[in-house]
């Protein structure tokens, strides 16, 4: 079953403007984190944040949590071309360490 | 970093034959992989959890008959699909943990399979 919702399901900015992308999820977890997926690859590990933070930065990406609401965003500033992917979060719950993931959503930077 | 490789990177096969992929660890040791499967524009599905040594655990609507998964050792995890029909035709996606028993470490993808039935 999937975990999380993703908004938007695709996102065209252009280059140099920010990419804001949300993700909503179901049940509890230990953490929560991002990955992207450039088309026909595999995933690319972006960014985890636990459940006990509530905000982490890593160059340009810029995630929140928001266990209340248990909902989360990826902020990725100053876009560039090369960001076009799909990005997808992904809770981490039990003790197995496996993720269920959220729909995704598809970034397209246009130059 | 931690690279998992997972192999072959395509394969065709017809109707009825079973096709083997392999997923690797390639700097580190992974008691546990997890394999998913992904439908073209759609979101990765979990299958399984590979467990070294022991069985592994089928999510729920997954045929542990038709998707056989061996992890004989601490880096190598197989997903045999047996008797492949062309709904079995997807992108699949090995993963492994390097960070032990812990369960806030990210998970290291290979690159996928894509598998298509004729």
């Known amino acids: 079953s999937q975990q999380g919702e993703e908004d938007p399901q695709a996102l065209s900015i252009q280059e140099g403007e920010n990419a804001t992308m949300n993700c909503s999820y179901k049940?509890?977890?230990?953490?929560l984190q991002w990955y992207r997926q450039n088309s026909g690859r595999g995933l690319v590990h972006l960014i985890l944040?636990?459940?006990?933070?509530r905000e982490k930065h890593s160059g340009r990406l810029r995630v929140t949590l928001d266990t209340s609401k248990k909902s989360s965003s990826l902020l990725i500033t100053a876009s560039r071309a090369a960001d076009t992917a799909s990005y997808f979060c992904?809770?981490?719950?039990?003790?197995?360490?496996?993720?269920?993931f959220g729909q995704g959503t598809t970034l397209q930077v246009k130059p | 970093g931690a690279v998992v490789s997972q192999h072959p990177s395509w394969v065709i096969c017809k109707s009825g034959t079973s096709v083997k992929i392999e997923c690797r660890s390639l700097?580190?040791?992974?008691?546990?992989m997890f394999w998913y499967r992904q439908f073209p524009k759609q979101s990765l599905m979990l299958m399984a959890t590979?467990?070294?040594?022991?069985?592994?655990?089928?999510e729920q609507g997954v045929e542990k008959d038709k998707f056989l998964i061996n992890h004989a050792s601490l880096t190598l995890s197989t997903l045999t699909v047996t008797s492949a029909h062309p709904e079995d035709s997807s992108f699949y996606i090995c993963?492994?943990?390097?960070?032990?028993?812990?369960?806030?470490?990210?998970?290291?993808f290979g690159n996928g399979t894509r598998l298509t039935v004729t």
């Open positions: 944040i636990r459940s006990n933070e």
């Open positions: 049940t509890s977890i230990n953490n």
């Open positions: 700097d580190f040791q992974a008691t546990t």
């Open positions: 590979s467990n070294e040594g022991s069985k592994a655990t089928y």
């Open positions: 993963s492994a943990e390097s960070g032990g028993a812990s369960y806030n470490s990210p998970l290291h």
């Open positions: 992904a809770g981490s719950s039990g003790n197995t360490g496996k993720l269920i």
